[in-house]
């Protein structure tokens, strides 16, 4: 428990050490990689686990996977960047994602939150309402 | 019976006395004197047994009329009470027989009394029974309708989701088959338009 913890804590330094001004940074994520290959620390892959977990997280955080059915132009994709950026104060690039399940519209996944409108959501809001 | 002797004699004394006065009173007096001779009575005798008879007559009355008439007088003393105890007798049944009667009244009406109450108990009772059976009829009613209607809802409730979602899923297929790209592509447009504004 108390190694998990120590671990934990190690995890969250090297994240801290991979942000450039609060922004991940490649370049970062390489040096603290090769230092933790060089220098081994104890419990090294439960390290790694963590910090994968919260690079991913993080990456997730700046990432808008826009999932779509049917043609989606890339002026909306830049408006929906805009709006994310613009939302949670840090750059937010945006991913297209062909889901023809949606029939028609836009579901929106920015790290945990989901914003969507679709008629296939508009359809399963009127069963549940029924 | 001795005075009835005495009155039986003394008259036949008194008769010869007045014979011998007559004697001498009247020349036919000869004749009886005749009589007295010719039949041998003599006065003497005629005492002795005249006093031989009281003797008996009082022996007899001690020993045997004055226990007789005794006896007869306990005899009718006894009859007399018997009589007596006979009225009463007779009093105390015709008593009894009022008593009786009037028992068998009283109980004839305690009868009455008992028959009416219990048929009147009888009536409440199935009066009460009458009306706790409704009672229950009427809560079995109202459950059983309060039962049918929650199932009608629930019927209806299933009907309506069931339609829903065939309505849905119908719908769903229509649109993924009848929807043209240039359609998908506005809707996403008005959906990116929407989100970004949020």
Known sequence: ?130 | MFSLLLAATTPAVETAHDAVDAHAAHADAGLVHELVTKFGIDGVNVGMQLFSFAILAVVLYVFAIKPVLATMDQRNSKLAEGLKNAEATAARLEQAQKEATALVQQARLDADKVITDARQLSKELAERETAAATERANALITKAEASIALEHKKMLDEARVEIARLVVATTRQVLSKELSDEERSRYNAAAARELTTV
């Open chain 1, 1 to 130: 428990m108390r190694g998990n913890k120590q671990t934990q804590q190690l995890a969250k330094q090297l994240f801290a050490l991979s942000l450039d001004n609060g922004v991940l940074s490649s370049e970062r994520v390489a040096g603290v990689l090769a230092y933790v290959e060089k220098h081994a620390p104890a419990k090294s892959i439960a390290v790694l686990q963590a910090y994968q977990r919260l690079i991913a997280r993080e990456v997730a955080r700046g990432q808008a996977i826009v999932e779509h059915a049917g043609p989606i132009d890339g002026n909306v994709l830049k408006s929906i960047e805009g709006a994310m950026s613009q939302r949670y104060h840090r750059p937010v690039a945006a991913s297209a994602k062909a889901s023809p399940e949606l029939l028609a519209g836009l579901r929106i996944r920015v790290g945990d939150d989901v914003f969507e409108t679709s008629v296939s959501a508009q359809l399963d809001a009127l069963a549940s309402a029924v």
